[in-house]
């Protein structure tokens, strides 16, 4: 007969998330007193993790109140059985090498003790922390990664298919406007059609209400701000951007593909050219690559230049293209900022709370989002709002994120078979020929 798992979560499955005790249906959860203590110690931080520390106390409290005593073990409606244990083994029982105080290995020594007083059962360590499990496993337990709500990023839902047509499909598609293929598509996916017969091919939409392949509103020599696609993922990409009555685009690729920049492009066409929407905000989370220069002196503005500079570059281009006057068209663009109000870039701290009707929201390099930020944030949409995010999943600056974890990929593939969101993933490079060596070689 198989043995039964016992679950020993760590401190960083309720950081990130609080309702991960729900996660384990008709399984045991054993949870080491000092992973309490760690929650208790992080109650006070402003920030998310502060707010999933305190979610967890209430949580925890909340099963000991209603479904009685955490030490004998209460049984959730799932069949999930739930206790707090203290272990009994010494810090000695460790290797030399871990026997510090250090909260991570008395976590450890009571996992090694739960698993002693289980003999009947199999004992499984639960972490996100990568050097944890290296621990744990080095010491004898058997230890997983926290699973649930993970994407997989190989398997990542990329917004566009290559199929082959003939030529009498081809020529339905340009007559009708519309053809129906037997393949299932989600909503908004994008196709290109290539046909052998006479080498040409042809670009369209899945649309879900007519269940047909439609054209592309969309081309190549259509300019959005100045800015014309430069390969099918970038016409793609605009094809998805400038339709209003998609609420939510998510773009990801590499450095250099173009994402951020075709985003801001169609994002000034809809507010400053079209007036569909009454404002153009742009943000980014603020997560340093490398050293954190610290504190930064002057307002909240000033602070905020740095990490939002690489945003007014792509600005920069986009209203200087062809323009004689460059430095008055930089200045244009201040003044848009600072005192129209039309573009409004700000941090996502304190989005929180807030209501955004009709606006253009760009979020960039939203790879460094966990999945309850990324809520957050499409959640403050309003009536008549376009949510964009972008991000390049293999350039997380967050320390507890990966390129399965990440809220960018999250939404994408949360909202693949909704008509109200569409995706593109870019992967040609077009920034410059050094930076895509770059990005292929190093």
Same mark, same amino acid.
Do not use: H, W
């Given at each position: 007969m198989d043995k039964k798992r016992i679950l020993i979560p760590d401190t960083n499955i309720f950081i990130n998330d609080p309702?991960?005790?729900? =996660?384990?249906?008709?399984?045991?959860?054993?949870?080491?007193?000092?992973?309490?203590?760690?929650?208790?110690d992080q109650k006070r931080r402003s920030d998310d993790v502060g707010r999933n520390a305190r979610q967890t106390s209430r949580i925890l409290d909340n099963l000991r109140t209603v479904n009685g005593s955490l030490s004998d073990g209460? $049984?959730?409606e799932? *069949?999930?059985?739930?206790?707090?244990?203290? *272990?009994?083994?010494?810090?000695?029982?460790l290797p030399a090498s871990l026997r510090s105080n250090k909260e991570?290995?008395?976590?450890?020594?009571?996992?090694?003790?739960?698993?002693?007083?289980?003999?009947?059962?199999?004992c499984v360590f639960v972490t996100l922390d990568i050097n944890m499990r290296i621990k744990a496993e080095a010491i004898g337990l058997v230890t997983i990664d926290y699973e649930p *709500?993970?994407?997989?990023?190989?398997?990542?839902?990329?917004?566009y298919a290559e199929k082959e047509a003939s030529a009498s499909q081809l020529d339905e598609l340009a007559a009708n406007g519309k053809l129906v293929l037997a393949e299932p598509m989600r909503p908004h996916e994008l196709v290109s059609l290539s046909c052998a017969e006479n080498g040409k091919t042809a670009y369209g939409r899945f649309d879900a209400e007519a269940g047909a392949i439609v054209p592309l509103k969309h081309s190549y020599e259509a300019v959005v701000s100045g800015i014309k696609p430069l390969n099918i993922e970038q016409l793609f990409a605009f094809e998805l951007l400038i339709d209003d009555s998609i609420s939510l685009v998510t773009l990801n690729g590499r450095a250099g593909t173009g994402k951020t920049l075709i985003a801001l492009a169609a994002g000034c066409h809809a507010v400053l050219e079209r007036g569909a929407f009454e404002r153009l905000l742009i943000s980014r989370p603020v997560v340093p690559m490398g050293k954190d220069l610290g504190f930064l002196p002057g307002s909240i503005e000033e602070k905020m230049d740095p990490w939002m500079q690489p945003l007014y570059d792509n600005l920069d281009l986009i209203f200087t293209l062809g323009a004689q006057d460059k430095k008055r068209e930089k200045r244009k663009i201040r003044e848009l900022v600072e005192s129209t109000g039309m573009i409004n870039i700000e941090p996502l701290t304190y989005i929180r709370g807030r209501s955004l009707p009709n606006q253009f929201m760009i979020v960039d390099e939203a790879q460094n989002l966990s999945q309850h930020e990324v809520k957050t944030?499409?959640?403050? =949409?309003?009536?008549n709002t376009k949510v964009v995010l972008t991000g390049d999943p293999y350039q997380i600056d967050h320390p507890y994120?990966? $390129?399965?974890?990440?809220?960018?990929?999250y939404v994408v593939e949360r909202f693949k078979d909704s008509p109200a969101a569409g995706h593109v993933t870019l992967v040609k490079g077009e920034r410059s020929k050094l930076a895509e060596l770059a990005a292929e070689l190093l």
């Open positions: 309702n991960s005790i729900y =996660a384990f249906p008709n399984e045991i959860i054993k949870i080491p007193l000092e992973v309490i203590e760690e929650v208790d209460v $049984t959730l799932n *069949g999930c059985n739930v206790s707090v244990e203290f *272990g009994d083994k010494p810090m000695s029982s991570d290995n008395r976590i450890l020594a009571t996992a090694l003790s739960i698993q002693d007083k289980n003999p009947d059962n199999l *709500g993970k994407i997989q990023f190989e398997e990542l839902y990329k917004g944030i499409i959640t403050r =949409a309003g009536k994120l990966d $390129t399965n974890s990440n809220g960018l990929n």
